[in-house]
T-cell receptor, first 110, second 115 residues
Framework: RKEVEQDPGPFNVPEGATVAFNCTYS??????FFWYRQDCRKEPKLLMS???SGNEDGRFTAQLNRASQYISLLIRDSKLSDSATYLC???????????FGPGTRLSVLP | GAGVSQSPSNKVTEKGKDVELRCDPI?????LYWYRQSLGQGLEFLIY????????KSGLPSDRFSAERTGGSVSTLTIQRTQQEDSAVYLC?????????????FGEGSWLTVV
């Protein structure tokens, strides 16, 4: 089983739609959780950290369920500019690497 | 600049040649990572350095790949006797540390094409 798994995608949604991505991780000792965004032929960039209580940043909402080892990202009112690959990232204790999921590609269509 | 800096941005090399890719992390970041990403694929972990600890080399795909980090700052990834399957973008990243509360930041990558 891979350490971090994501919805395979791609997701093709119309502008204005709400879309949700799911991610599961296998290491119960993981401590930090993130969503990164990667545009075509660009480097990954931090979208948001994910906190235990859940957090929101504008149209983006991230949730963490430690018991189920599950992370989600919800995008409301999708924009064309949201088209990208979304990477789920998990980090463990000191000395542990950041582990990236394979990514879920989103295409927002006009 | 304030971000992770990588060079060269693009490199075309002939099969069998050696290449060196350089990464200058964000100032003050003690952890440095190398990843590889082939076109349309996910990130593949290669190696990571944390302070003065021995590097985690578990992701290096073969003994043709090596990396060093001098003075706890700049890192060089070396690929010997390049093969066509080495063609990819090599991404360097850094963080203030590892574990809870740290965030990883990427450079723009070095695009390697082996012909």
């Amino acid at each position: 089983r891979k350490e971090v798994e994501q919805d395979p995608g791609p997701f093709n949604v119309p502008e204005g739609a709400t879309v949700a991505f799911n991610c599961t991780y296998s290491n119960s000792a993981s401590q930090s959780f993130f969503w990164y965004r990667q545009d075509c032929r660009k480097e990954p960039k931090l979208l948001m950290s994910v906190y235990s209580s859940g957090n929101e940043d504008g149209r983006f909402t991230a949730q963490l369920n430690r018991a189920s080892q599950y992370i989600s990202l919800l995008i409301r009112d999708s924009k064309l500019s949201d088209s990208a690959t979304y990477l789920c990232v998990v980090n463990g204790y000191y000395g542990q690497n950041f582990v990236f999921g394979p990514g879920t590609r989103l295409s927002v269509l006009p | 600049g304030a971000g992770v800096s990588q060079s060269p941005s693009n490199k075309v090399t002939e099969k069998g040649k050696d290449v060196e890719l350089r990464c200058d992390p964000i100032s003050g970041h003690t952890a440095l990572y190398w990843y590889r990403q082939s076109l349309g694929q996910g990130l593949e972990f290669l190696i990571y350095f944390q302070g003065n600890s021995a590097p985690d080399k578990s992701g290096l795909p073969s003994d043709r790949f090596s990396a060093e980090r001098t003075g706890g700052s700049v890192s060089t990834l070396t690929i010997q006797r390049t093969q066509q399957e080495d063609s990819a973008v090599y991404l360097c990243a850094s963080s203030t540390g590892t574990g809870k509360g740290n965030t990883i930041y990427f450079g723009e990558g070095s695009w390697l094409t082996v012909v």
